[in-house]
């Protein structure tokens, strides 16, 4: 959080970006579009399960210990395979595409291709997970038995176990080897709240209904710069140094006067921010707004 | 080119709730007002959502079922005009979350599991095998070809039984053992019911299922693994055949290993196949992407994969108990006959049927 930096939109752009996006087509006809979950995120969804999964073995081989008879741990066996191989495809099945450590984080499991998740996709999706946790995880622990042979042999093995495993970070929507062939892709279920209105028409005494703004003074902005002042509307009323910083910027480019005392920067942002709004939907309404500033400003220049 | 464009046919008509205007207060915009007037089916449909996702669909009664058609398709609805006309972002995503939250539980498979796991054995399950049975064919052969060479290997020279079958799967039938040593474990019935030889049959059920899960998952790694782990688990069934063979012990051991071997193998056989059909749509992509290739054939792959589970549990249980109960070598002769017949029929009566639909 840079207060100091010429306006604070960067690094919130930067963090937008960097969340990749994949739109599905709805059996509506709508496409929707769905966050790719990132790497780390599955990651750490895949360490919390691997962690409930080993606490639950832990706690059949006790009360099969317990039990004492030779059959009780034979049937304890049984039960640990039984959890270390199903644990994931039971989960995935009963809550539609999420384990408890996809729960806690807020991932999904959906099919690529907008269709509901089937039970077949679920259970090859985690058919795949000996050759790409298993595998590598004994490689790594027991390397003079799992890998065969001497020198090079050894070496390509190791490579290709990487490979293997870092497979979700070379293509854009994470996908790991199970979910290629199971065709199915994890995303974030996001829960975003409807916040309140910030275009809402006031009544002539409120304060922002003074303020006006010519229609050359909002040919500035695009509909990216929309929604930046949009996010410092809604969470940075907090730092009001930001406010200030980005009020004046404003009020610089725009070359905008106040009539009688400078309104509150706050005040100033949000008449602003109304009047931009409605000014860009109209655009958009009668073909497209533009994306950001230098697209505004080629329009501009252009006439 | 296409902003100056805008700019030159938008600038010039004079914008009709212009917010510079002295009615900038009265007049609302349209996402504004958009927002208002549906902003309450929206929240209902998320108190539908939040149940439905906790309780499960069941806990909606039919009317509340109706309304989450009806208020999902509004809400889809909503989505398109909001992309349409409003900059708002928070709205937008919104209501894209909202979308995608309804879209999971309206467009979520209902089929209870029962049902499922009935469908898939009585149609899927059989219908693949029969499907694939040229896969299945080239995989049998592997295992066969891996049972010949350990077979003959170890025949003409049991030192190199050790090259086939590691410690822990010999378990102490090495060689060296006696044969009484060999005898035991094929007959140790009624004094150490329990003892050994559940553990070892719980132990070859992981060890099994996961060679079945390593067969189907290497072949996407091309197919050789798939053919190499099915050779080499066929060399050691090979080398073990030979070993009590050359003890006088060889119709012994088949009575002991055909009840569940027959079922087990086939199993294996199966989630081989699998591999085999795996790696041939990613080397030979023919007309569509390897990954689209990928996806297709991997679901069929996991059919088979999934039944063959199914059959290494049967499998795991006559071993378990069966094999422990019934010492007698006619009796178990005629039961690994019996499951021999059991399997064809079941997969041609079933698969052909679904053949033909």
Redesign the interface.
């Known amino acids: 959080m840079s207060a100091h930096a010429p306006s604070p939109t960067f690094s919130l752009m930067q963090l937008e970006e960097r969340l990749a996006r994949r739109e599905v087509v709805s059996p509506e006809g709508v496409p929707l579009v769905f966050a790719v979950a990132p790497a780390a995120e599955r990651f750490a969804a895949l360490l919390i399960d691997l962690v409930l999964i080993v606490l639950s073995v832990l706690l059949v081989a006790w009360v099969s210990h317990f039990a004492g008879d030779d059959l009780a741990q034979a049937l304890g066996l049984l039960a640990l395979f039984a959890i270390w191989s199903f644990w994931f495809t039971l989960f995935e099945l009963r809550w539609q595409g999420r384990t408890p450590g996809k729960r806690l984080l807020g991932l999904r499991v959906i099919s690529a291709n907008g269709a509901p998740l089937t039970a077949g996709a679920i259970f090859v999706r985690n058919a795949t997970r000996e050759v790409e946790v298993v595998l590598p995880t004994f490689a790594l622990l027991f390397p003079e038995q799992m890998l065969p042979g001497e020198g090079v042999v050894p070496l390509a093995c190791i490579v290709w176990l990487l490979l293997l495993v870092t497979l979700p970070l070379w293509n854009r929507d994470r996908l790991r080897l199970g979910d290629m062939i199971a065709g199915t892709m994890v995303v974030r279920a996001p829960r975003p709240r409807l916040l309140d209105e910030l275009a809402a028409a006031r009544p002539a005494t409120a304060p922002e209904a003074a303020l006006r703004f010519s229609p050359a003074q909002l040919e500035a902005y695009g509909v990216r710069e929309l929604h930046v002042l949009e996010d410092l509307l809604r969470r940075g009323t907090a730092q009001p140094e930001n406010l200030a910083t980005v009020a004046r910027a404003i009020r610089t480019k725009i070359g905008w006067t106040p009539d009688g005392d400078l309104p509150r920067d706050e005040v100033f942002l949000r008449a602003f921010y109304a009047a931009q709004r409605a000014r860009l939907e109209h655009k958009l309404l009668l073909g497209r707004a533009p994306r950001d500033k230098h697209d505004a400003a080629g329009g501009r220049a252009a006439r | 080119m296409?902003?100056?464009q805008?700019?030159?046919?938008?600038?010039p008509?004079p914008?009709?709730?212009?917010?510079?205007g002295p009615t900038?207060?009265?007049?609302?915009?349209?996402?504004?007002a958009f927002?208002?007037a549906r902003?309450a089916s929206?929240?209902e449909l998320e108190t539908l959502l939040a149940r439905v996702e906790r309780h499960g669909a069941r806990s909606l009664d039919a009317d509340e079922l109706a309304r989450l058609a009806v208020l999902h398709?509004a809400t889809?609805?909503s989505?398109?005009v909001a992309r349409?006309?409003?900059?708002?972002?928070?709205?937008l995503?919104?209501l894209?979350?909202l979308?995608?939250?309804s879209?999971?539980s309206v467009?979520?498979?209902r089929r209870d599991?029962l049902s499922?796991l009935a469908r898939?054995f009585l149609r899927?399950f059989p219908g693949e095998v029969v499907a694939r049975r040229r896969h299945v064919l080239a995989s049998t052969a592997c295992l066969l070809l891996g049972m010949l060479v350990g077979y003959a290997f170890t025949r003409s020279d049991l030192d190199t039984y050790d090259a086939f079958v590691s410690p822990d799967m010999a378990d102490g039938r090495d060689p060296d053992a006696t044969y009484d040593e060999l005898r035991e474990p094929l007959y140790g019935g009624q004094e150490s019911l329990?003892?050994t030889l559940?553990?070892f049959?719980?132990?070859l059920?992981?060890h099994n299922?996961?060679v079945g899960?390593?067969a189907?998952?290497?072949g996407?790694?091309a197919g050789l693994p798939v053919i190499v782990l099915l050779f080499y688990n066929g060399a050691s069934l090979g080398a073990m055949v030979a070993l009590y063979d050359v003890r006088g012990l060889g119709p012994d051991f088949w009575a002991w290993v055909l009840p569940h071997g027959v079922t087990e193998l086939f199993a294996i056989v199966l989630c081989g196949a699998g591999g085999l059909l795996?790696a041939q749509d990613v080397l030979f992509p023919g007309r569509h992407t390897r990954?689209a290739n990928?996806?297709v054939?991997?679901?069929r792959?996991?059919?088979l994969?999934?039944g063959a589970l199914a059959m290494l549990f049967v499998a795991?249980l006559v071993e378990?108990i069966f094999r422990q109960v019934v010492t007698s070598m006619p009796v178990r002769f005629v039961v690994a006959d019996g499951f021999v017949l059991g399997w064809i029929l079941y997969f041609v009566a079933l698969g052909r049927r679904r053949e033909a639909t």
């Open positions: 296409d902003a100056a805008d700019a030159t046919t938008t600038t008509a914008p009709a709730p212009d917010p510079s900038a207060t009265a007049a609302e915009t349209r996402s504004v927002r208002r902003a929206w929240r398709r889809i609805s989505l398109s349409g006309i409003s900059l708002d972002r928070n709205l995503e919104y894209e979350a979308a995608v939250r879209h999971l467009h979520a498979p599991l499922l898939f899927d329990a003892d559940v553990h049959s719980a132990f059920f992981t299922a996961r899960m390593l189907f998952a290497l996407i790694l795996i990954l990928l996806r054939a991997g679901r792959a996991g059919v994969l999934g795991g378990g």
